[in-house]
């Protein structure tokens, strides 16, 4: 069961690349988020999905674009890489339950821009 | 602006000592507060949560602590270990919806053996 899975694990652009990053979560779960996590700063929600085909914004969306290609896939793209965007990402999809929520997050992505 | 604060940004604690780690919220709409526990090159996994309409959680040596007047919530791991090191979020989220968790700044622990 391998949960969320990201690729690629680690990555080094220049500025004004762009790159997209791949989400896949095989637990069948509607919700899927993309987070970015900075020192000091915690985990903050960039894009959010809630079901297949909606796609709403997060905290901190510019620079980013999104797509719910089908229900288990989430991408991330990052159009014109700049310095500020370096950062680890994490994808995360959510189960519903009865008593509560409980969100997987996958192993993250280091993504350095220079 | 940071709707759900954390403190302390680093803690160190003698095995077998107790780890206090506090949250404050902002918004009176948040209805579930997880507590999620991350180690070096991984992702955050859920450990503990809680809704507002209990006081105290316990499941092991982990105890989330509600005070919903003042609202705060903290972690307690009890009887701590070397393996508990790693860096503690608490999280708060509202209801309905995609759910969306509001992070605090994370706590870097440190379980000297």
């Known amino acids: 069961n391998a949960g969320v899975t990201q690729t690629p694990k680690f990555q080094v652009l220049k500025t004004g690349q762009s790159m997209t990053l791949q989400c896949a979560q095989d637990m069948n779960h509607n919700s899927m988020y993309w987070y970015r996590q900075d020192p000091g700063m915690g985990l903050r929600l960039i894009y959010y999905s809630a079901s297949e085909g909606t796609t709403d914004k997060g905290e901190v969306p510019n620079g980013y674009n999104v797509s719910r290609l089908n229900k288990r896939e989430f991408s991330l793209r990052l159009e014109s890489a700049a310095p500020s965007q370096t950062s680890v990402y994490f994808c995360?999809?959510?189960?519903?339950?009865?008593?509560?929520?409980?969100?997987?997050f996958g192993e993250g992505s280091w993504l350095t821009v220079v | 602006q940071q709707q759900v604060k954390q403190s302390p940004q680093s803690l160190i604690v003698q095995k077998g000592g107790i780890s206090i780690i506090n949250c404050a919220y902002e918004n009176t709409a948040f209805d579930y507060f997880p507590w999620y526990q991350q180690f070096p090159g991984k992702g955050p996994a859920l450990l503990i949560a809680?809704?507002?309409?209990?006081s105290e959680k316990k499941e092991g040596r982990f105890t989330i602590s509600f005070n919903k007047s003042a609202k705060q919530f903290s972690l307690h791991i009890m009887d701590s270990q070397p393996g508990d090191s790693a860096t503690y979020f608490c999280?708060?989220?509202?209801?309905?919806?995609?759910?969306?968790?509001?992070f605090g700044q994370g706590t870097r622990l440190t379980i000297n053996p």
């Open positions: 995360a999809s959510r189960e519903h339950r009865g008593d509560g929520n409980t969100i997987y």
């Open positions: 999280a708060a989220s509202m209801g309905g919806g995609a759910q969306k968790l509001v």
């Open positions: 809680i809704r507002p309409d209990v």
